[in-house]
């Protein structure tokens, strides 16, 4: 004899309430629950009709519930064919309310089945109600029974009662079984579509969290190739040996780039913070990086200024950006320093990133020219500044990440004030220790109450 596996006959389940409640792909979970309702009230009324004409009750309970079975089935045609739900729950509500009113008068009332109907309607306005309406639904039914049990009690002679207590039986009895199997029916599609919607979630929460497991295994593959542009702390090292660099990307990725090269008898430390953070600012970080290899060490520009104009224009080569395009923009402020260590002469332009020196305890602040690199409408050509630096200048190269991270009493941003005085308080101490009390002074601020809000890089050094 052929079994029919578990699988299979879930599937058969599953194709069966398909047909009559809907598959979810079509309807929402309410509206297929709300067809089951329209269902079940015309079983209960279509049953409740052939109940009444076997045991002879009153022909205008047995009309009255003939119709109510051709209502519920219209109700349930419009919600299951014609997709329509939202219209039709507070008239269904309405219309068993009226129901279950006059069946209380015409068969005898809490003698008669009807308290069994008014628990199986209960559950059925909490099935298809929800908040504020589902309480009002059942404050109504509560008002609803109190009334009907006052006009009973006041006015016995407006109930409809039995022929004799042989009908009753049957009638209570009938009522009874059949209020039990619509409950057990209406329970057991709640758990199927509970349990259904809890594997689907499972499975979705699976394929979410596979997916991004993947992205997070890519992001940090692009960051070990971003970190491998990245020049490192050893070349740094022997570059510019007295120098620190705090590096604190937002995400795993970085918009944010520092970049140093020895050209010839010249160093070249470069400072950037391209357009966005994480995946975005760190595709242009790794172009800048890209671009500044290429014009540093084939073509030679030993100029601070001619270096970022050269940068904007293979940024915007690069980019393919066109000359009347600007819907967004794609590109970095960048602070720019080529030191001529014979002549103990810096030179600096900025690109919206000003350069800070130490000197005397006092902090001088060298401004940026005010315009990116990058595509802009009115582009302004890049400054050049010639410093003659002293032998215990201290220069800072930064991003504004610091200086827009929100925190404190107050929750308001760093500050370019705060930011110069911290400075200030801490430029004479060995390069280790500042980068560790910078560190400390942003956990201060932040608080363990604020997200961080930017990438984060400061890069300071001693020629």
């Given at each position: ?225 971003q970190t491998a542009l990245l020049t490192e702390q050893n070349s740094i090292k ?45 595709f242009m970080s790794v172009l800048g990086i890209s671009l500044l290899n290429e ?169």
């Open positions: 004899m052929t079994q029919t596996s578990p699988a299979s006959e879930n599937k058969i389940q599953s194709n069966y309430t398909n047909l009559l409640f809907g598959d979810r792909e079509d309807f929402s979970l309410e509206h297929r629950l709300f067809n089951s309702v329209c269902l079940f009230a015309f079983c209960a009324a279509f049953l409740g009709s052939i109940t009444n004409i076997i045991l002879h009750l009153d022909i205008i309970l047995t009309l009255f519930t003939v119709f109510s079975a051709i209502v519920y089935s219209g109700l349930y045609y419009l919600s299951r064919k014609r997709n329509i739900f939202a219209p039709l729950v507070m008239p269904f509500i309405y219309y068993s309310f009226i129901i279950l009113t006059t069946q209380w008068f015409l068969n005898a009332g809490s003698e008669g089945p009807v308290l069994f109907i008014y628990l199986v309607a209960l559950v059925l306005f909490v099935i298809i109600t929800e908040k504020l309406k589902r309480i009002l639904v059942i404050i109504s039914i509560l008002i609803n029974l109190l009334l009907l049990f006052y006009i009973e009690k006041e006015f016995p002679n407006y109930i409809t009662g039995y022929e004799n207590e042989h009908i009753k039986f049957y009638d209570i009895s009938i009522t009874f079984l059949f209020s039990f199997i619509l409950i057990y029916f209406i329970v057991a599609i709640l758990v199927r579509n509970y349990h259904e919607e809890k594997s689907i979630s499972a499975s979705q929460r699976d394929k979410l969290l596979n997916q991004q497991k993947q992205i997070i295994d890519s992001i940090n593959y692009a960051k070990s190739l022997k570059i510019i040996p007295d120098h620190f660099i705090f590096y604190k990307p937002k995400d795993i990725v970085s918009g944010d780039f520092y970049w140093a090269k020895k050209v010839n008898d010249y160093t070249v430390i470069a400072a950037a913070d391209c357009t966005g953070h994480g995946v975005p600012g760190a014009i540093i060490r084939r073509k030679n520009i030993k100029k601070a200024s001619q270096t970022l104009e050269v940068l904007r224009y293979e940024l915007k080569e690069s980019l393919n950006q066109s000359k009347k395009d600007y819907s967004y923009y794609n590109g970095m402020d960048i602070a720019l320093c080529v030191i001529d260590h014979d002549k103990k002469i810096i030179e600096y332009a900025g690109a919206n990133a000003p350069l800070y020196m130490l000197r005397n305890n006092k902090l001088i602040e060298y401004k940026p020219t005010r315009n990116p690199i990058g595509l802009t409408p009115i582009e302004i050509p890049c400054q050049n500044n010639e410093i003659e630096y002293e032998s215990d200048d201290i220069f800072y190269l930064f991003s504004d990440g610091f200086m827009d991270q929100f925190g404190g009493d107050e929750g308001k941003k760093f500050r370019s004030r705060r930011f110069k005085h911290m400075l200030l308080e801490l430029h004479d101490k060995p390069f280790d220790i500042q980068k560790k009390i910078i560190e400390l002074n942003l956990k201060k601020w932040m608080n363990n109450s604020f997200e961080q809000v930017d990438d984060i890089m400061i890069f300071g050094f001693k020629p």
